[in-house]
């Protein structure tokens, strides 16, 4: 079995699918968009075969978690770029592009060399080796 993709609710639907395509490479398909329902979304396509969904539709409330603190459900997306050179370097990108760093790079306890920064609407990205 296989995760086949994970979706998020956006109010910025452009903004985000811009945000995935410029700093993780991702290949988005034509938006579907279903005018009675009011929803659109884009699946956003990743080199290893992993899929973003992304969705927007009229009347979805706002997520009221505080994005400063840890939360029960799902917390953050990891995604690896192959190198401790690489995670430095869009880590580094992401803050000149005036992205909020919420960890900078480093080797965790369980072995990871990461950084952690929000995406525009503040899910957080977990950028690995």
């Keep these: ?3 086949e993709h994970v979706a998020i609710w956006t109010r910025n639907l452009e903004r985000l699918k811009a945000f995935y395509e410029t700093y993780f490479e991702a290949e988005s398909n034509t938006k579907y968009v279903n005018s009675e329902k009011g ?6 396509s990743f080199e290893s075969g992993a899929r973003l969904e992304l ?16 939360y029960l459900g799902i917390i953050h997306l990891a995604i690896s770029v192959g190198s401790k050179e690489k995670v430095d370097e869009l ?11 919420v960890g900078l790079p480093r080797t965790t306890g369980d072995g990871y060399y990461e950084s952690v920064v929000l995406d525009p609407d503040g899910n957080r990205i977990e950028i690995t080796v």
């Design 1 to 3: 079995m296989k995760i």
């Design 91 to 101: 880590t580094s990108l992401l803050k000149e592009g005036g992205y909020q760093i």
């Design 39 to 44: 929803f659109e979304s884009y699946f956003l």
């Design 55 to 70: 969705m927007q539709m009229i009347g979805i409330p706002d997520n009221l978690n505080d994005i400063d603190a840890q």
